[in-house]
């Protein structure tokens, strides 16, 4: 069925390294990709997305990559602080009113 | 605050027992979304409502789930005869009427979460 897949499901680098998480999605209609972050405890935000006409976007430490023939996106953030852990979702639209939620990817940065 | 609230944050009730859950999403926001997260798993779509018509449901929202948005602005979500199987973070969103999950960006509140004993 239509699902996004999302990988690694932990992932520990050390403070200053980059961290790269990536997805996976089976409908090519989807045009609309969102990541959030969510703290322990706090609601999911976005941090960044990018639509399928673009292939790379990005805001300061965080990017995100799209690869529409291959219908996978990547989240990279690079020098990476103890404030960047949280669990990471990525997401893709499926229809016009539903959005897919990847599992997550539970990110450590140890100081 | 002027995000989206939920109330109540947390619930815990014994199986069978009806639990109802509210949303009130950002003023100007008249796309409004409820998502059910389990533990180590992303948020999972169960309904959209623009204004206050409910124009999707997921195939997740058995019968015993209904939601309401009377008047467009605040939504109630409601479980009937509460299963184990049921406890999970309910969440709510909203999008601006050009937002939402093919355009924009959705708001989440900080969910209710429900322990059915």
């Known amino acids: 069925g239509e699902n996004v897949e999302q990988h690694p499901s932990t992932l520990s680098v050390q403070e200053g390294d980059s961290a790269v998480i990536k997805c996976t999605y089976s409908?090519?209609?989807?045009?609309?990709f969102p990541w959030y972050k969510q703290e322990l405890g706090k609601r999911p935000q976005l941090i960044i997305d990018?639509?399928?006409?673009?292939g790379e976007k990005k805001d300061q430490r965080i990017a995100v990559t799209l690869n529409k023939t291959a219908k996978h996106f990547s989240l990279h953030i690079t020098e990476t602080q103890p404030e960047d852990s949280a669990v990471y979702f990525c997401?893709?639209?499926?229809?016009?009113?539903?959005?897919?939620f990847g599992a997550g990817t539970r990110l450590t940065v140890k100081p | 605050d002027t995000g989206v609230s939920q109330d109540p944050r947390h619930k815990i009730t014994k199986r069978g027992q009806n639990v109802t859950f509210r949303c009130d999403p950002i003023?100007?926001?008249?796309?409004l979304y409820w998502y059910r997260q389990t533990l180590g798993q992303g948020p999972e779509f169960l309904t959209y409502?623009?204004?206050?018509?409910?124009?999707?449901k997921s195939r997740l929202l058995s019968d015993r789930f209904s939601a309401e948005r009377p008047k467009g602005s605040f939504s109630t979500l409601e479980i009937q005869r509460t299963e184990q199987g049921d406890s999970a973070m309910y969440l709510c969103?909203?999008?601006?009427?050009?937002?939402?999950?093919?355009?924009?960006?959705?708001?989440f509140g900080e969910g209710s979460r429900l322990t059915v004993l």
């Open positions: 969103a909203s999008s601006s009427p050009t937002g939402g999950p093919n355009t924009g960006e959705l708001f």
């Open positions: 409908d090519s209609a989807s045009n609309y």
């Open positions: 990018i639509r399928s006409n673009v």
């Open positions: 997401a893709a639209s499926f229809g016009p009113n539903d959005m897919r």
């Open positions: 003023s100007e926001h008249n796309r």
């Open positions: 409502f623009q204004n206050e018509a409910q124009l999707e």
